[in-house]
């Protein structure tokens, strides 16, 4: 079994906390983290929808969160006046753009934190998707059928899945690029704007989304509050740590970071704390706490990493 981002990763017997029966008689362990009680906190909407668990995280933005499959994927729908942006489009095992439609009759445009596939999923759902200009967005672009695949295996599921999905099928359908973006372009939805800043690392089109007079911060999978992946060949360390560097130096103008996976809501300081975090496991102070074949999770002051074996304190 592989690494989920979840926060218990191991897999194992237990009860599921969605009391689904039989079918879901073994499920992992990542499950017993759920419901995470911080979502107790945050205001719920469309309390009906099944796949998905919509919340109101600050005014006009609403996370739309995927638990019960291990990514624990967290897309966000943030509201303007004349238009809204989609920030990623999730595992496409359910259609995003019902739920959308619900929150918002205005003009929906995707942006995607990057282009893996459980942030992909429901591209092919809008008409106007903005992609960097980079050759791993085109290539991912087309989608992917092994990838989506790998996502809906037994240990990765945590309850069921929507009705009329059939698994044998289930790819990450192909999508096309209306429009091409680069960092510093501001994306106006009328009384807000949104700064898309360029954060490589995590993958070369990596993005996060700066909502400067409202103080939030989109991060992607750059931060989120679980094992931050960086051991696939697309993953550069060097510019992960640059990208950091970059979203900590916003800290103090900031309200609320908002991650993809897990957890909606975190305070600014910890991407003071990640840098400090990334740059103490790459100098080879973080001894690993577990290994997984060639992949090691380091964890300090409460952050983690999952990296290959031999990255750390490599430069």
């Given at each position: 079994?592989?690494?989920?981002?979840?926060?218990?990763?191991?897999?194992?017997?237990?009860?599921?906390?969605?009391?689904?029966?039989?079918?879901?008689?073994?499920?992992?362990?990542?499950?017993?983290?759920?419901?995470?009680?911080?979502?107790?906190?945050?205001?719920?909407?469309?309390?009906?929808?099944?796949?998905?668990?919509?919340?109101?995280?600050?005014?006009?933005?609403?996370?739309?969160?995927?638990?019960?499959?291990?990514?624990?994927?967290?897309?966000?729908?943030?509201?303007?006046?004349?238009?809204?942006?989609?920030?990623?489009?999730?595992?496409?095992?359910?259609?995003?753009?019902?739920?959308?439609?619900?929150?918002?009759?205005?003009?929906?445009?995707?942006?995607?934190?990057?282009?893996?596939?459980?942030?992909?999923?429901?591209?092919?759902?809008?008409?106007?998707?903005?992609?960097?200009?980079?050759?791993?967005?085109?290539?991912?672009?087309?989608?992917?059928?092994?990838?989506?695949?790998?996502?809906?295996?037994?240990?990765?599921?945590?309850?069921?899945?929507?009705?009329?999905?059939?698994?044998?099928?289930?790819?990450?359908?192909?999508?096309?690029?209306?429009?091409?973006?680069?960092?510093?372009?501001?994306?106006?939805?009328?009384?807000?704007?949104?700064?898309?800043?360029?954060?490589?690392?995590?993958t070369p089109d990596a993005i996060s989304l700066l909502?400067?007079?409202?103080?939030?911060?989109?991060?992607?999978?750059?931060?989120?509050?679980?094992?931050?992946?960086?051991?696939?060949?697309?993953?550069?360390?060097?510019?992960?740590?640059?990208?950091?560097?970059?979203?900590?130096?916003?800290?103090?103008?900031?309200?609320?970071?908002?991650?993809?996976?897990?957890?909606?809501?975190?305070?600014?300081?910890?991407?003071?704390?990640?840098?400090?975090?990334?740059?103490?496991?790459?100098?080879?102070?973080?001894?690993?706490?577990?290994?997984?074949?060639?992949?090691?999770?380091?964890?300090?002051?409460?952050?983690?990493?999952?990296?290959?074996?031999?990255?750390?304190?490599?430069?």
């Amino acid at each position: 079994m592989r690494f989920s981002r979840a926060l218990a990763a191991s897999a194992l017997i237990c009860v599921t906390p969605f009391g689904l029966g039989a079918q879901t008689e073994h499920i992992p362990e990542w499950c017993r983290a759920l419901p995470r009680p911080e979502y107790k906190s945050l205001e719920r909407v469309l309390a009906s929808e099944t796949w998905f668990e919509v919340y109101k995280v600050a005014p006009g933005v609403f996370a739309i969160y995927e638990p019960r499959q291990a990514e624990e994927v967290i897309s966000y729908l943030i509201v303007g006046h004349k238009q809204a942006v989609l920030f990623d489009t999730g595992m496409g095992v359910s259609e995003i753009r019902k739920v959308t439609s619900k929150l918002t009759s205005r003009p929906v445009v995707v942006l995607n934190s990057h282009t893996h596939n459980d942030h992909v999923g429901g591209n092919w759902q809008f008409t106007f998707v903005y992609g960097m200009d980079a050759e791993f967005t085109r290539a991912n672009a087309k989608g992917s059928r092994e990838e989506a695949q790998a996502e809906i295996t037994p240990d990765l599921l945590c309850g069921e899945l929507p009705k009329g999905f059939n698994p044998k099928t289930y790819a990450t359908k192909p999508w096309k690029i209306s429009h091409f973006m680069h960092d510093g372009i501001k994306v106006n939805l009328g009384g807000r704007t949104l700064e898309v800043l360029s954060t490589p690392g995590h993958t070369p089109d990596a993005i996060s989304l700066l909502d400067r007079a409202n103080g939030l911060l989109f991060t992607g999978d750059t931060y989120y509050p679980a094992p931050i992946w960086l051991f696939r060949p697309e993953t550069d360390l060097d510019a992960y740590v640059a990208s950091v560097k970059r979203l900590a130096a916003l800290a103090s103008q900031l309200k609320i970071v908002l991650g993809a996976h897990n957890i909606p809501v975190a305070h600014p300081d910890v991407l003071v704390k990640l840098v400090a975090a990334i740059e103490s496991v790459r100098a080879g102070k973080v001894p690993p706490q577990k290994k997984d074949g060639e992949k090691s999770l380091y964890t300090i002051d409460g952050i983690s990493f999952l990296l290959n074996s031999d990255a750390a304190g490599v430069r």
